[in-house]
């Protein structure tokens, strides 16, 4: 009998190492969820006393970022949860802690109703219930069928070349259309880049602990600075555009949902899944962007600007 447990844990195939990797994950939400409400709040302090400026954030507006109390206090809970969610992907593989920053959305929805006096509507209760849903469903598969992959240098090369197109097209966009551009655009922007930093950091980190440290790691840092920074920037205009948990809505089901690709297509990691497993992948990612597509329509406050 003793035998008979000891094969059947060995049979299991979630990695102990992911019991700390998802309650990393889980704090880094928390902080996601504080960091986007306090910086939404100073985003919106400086819009209201600048002239209002069309296609973005200007320079002088972003300076001024600096000066507003709330948005540095959100910056820093920012970095704490960067900090956490990097401390996950050490522990484990992206396509289990990165979709788990879902759990910031119900907070940032409660908290901004709160500090807002603007009640969740019924629409925007379903949207989110479909984001989370969604996303805990991903999880949960992914718990049982994702491994992590040793990421050889084709794959990296793979992974900086389409980050270098994404960033291109991203530039481009910006830089003829930006002025047509309204939150879902910033939002969708912020979630594609997030999703390469999250994946760029995991490389990172397992080429360091493996002594790989080397210049085509020097170009996954430049790369995950890149795109960080861009996609800094475009959070910054989405909470200009609309809401807080709308953007958190589309940070954590777009990023997720391009680490998780770039894991599945790029690094193979559910390669020993079965079909079935796939579906429900497919499935759960539909649920999920469905849920932001309701909520960016419906959410009470995402046609105006917020003023705190």
Request: hydrophobic share 55%.
């Amino acid at each position: 009998m003793h035998l008979d447990l000891i094969d059947f844990t060995v049979d299991l195939p979630v990695d102990p190492r992911q019991a700390i990797g998802i309650p990393l994950a889980l704090i880094g939400g928390v902080f996601l969820s504080l960091g986007a409400q306090f910086q939404h709040r100073g985003v919106n302090k400086v819009e209201a006393n600048t002239v209002a400026v069309t296609g973005g954030l200007d320079p002088h507006q972003l300076l001024l970022l600096l000066r507003r109390p709330s948005w540095v206090i959100g910056t820093l809970m920012l970095v704490l949860a960067i900090v956490f969610q990097l401390s996950s992907l050490a522990f484990a593989p992206i396509i289990v802690v990165q979709p788990l920053g879902a759990v910031a959305l119900v907070i940032t929805a409660v908290v901004n109703a709160r500090v807002t006096k603007t009640p969740v509507n019924r629409a925007s209760k379903i949207a989110i219930a479909f984001c989370v849903g969604g996303i805990g469903l991903f999880v949960t598969v992914a718990a049982f069928f994702a491994v992590d992959k040793p990421v050889t240098d084709k794959n990296l090369v793979t992974i900086l070349i389409v980050l270098g197109v994404v960033l291109l097209a991203f530039i481009l966009a910006f830089a003829l259309l930006h002025t047509k551009f309204k939150a879902i655009f910033y939002i969708t922007g912020a979630g594609v880049l997030y999703g390469f930093v999250a994946t760029l950091a995991k490389v990172i980190i397992n080429r360091t602990q493996n002594g790989n440290f080397e210049w085509l790691t020097l170009c996954c840092v430049a790369g995950l600075l890149l795109a960080a920074s861009l996609g800094a920037y475009f959070v910054q205009n989405a909470y200009s555009s609309g809401p807080p948990d709308l953007v958190i809505a589309g940070l954590t089901v777009i990023d997720p949902l391009v680490a998780v690709g770039i894991g599945i297509v790029v690094l193979g990691e559910i390669a020993q899944a079965p079909l079935w497993a796939g579906f429900a992948f497919a499935l759960a990612g539909a649920i999920a962007i469905c849920g932001v597509i309701l909520l960016s329509r419906h959410h009470p406050q995402a046609s105006v600007t917020v003023s705190e």
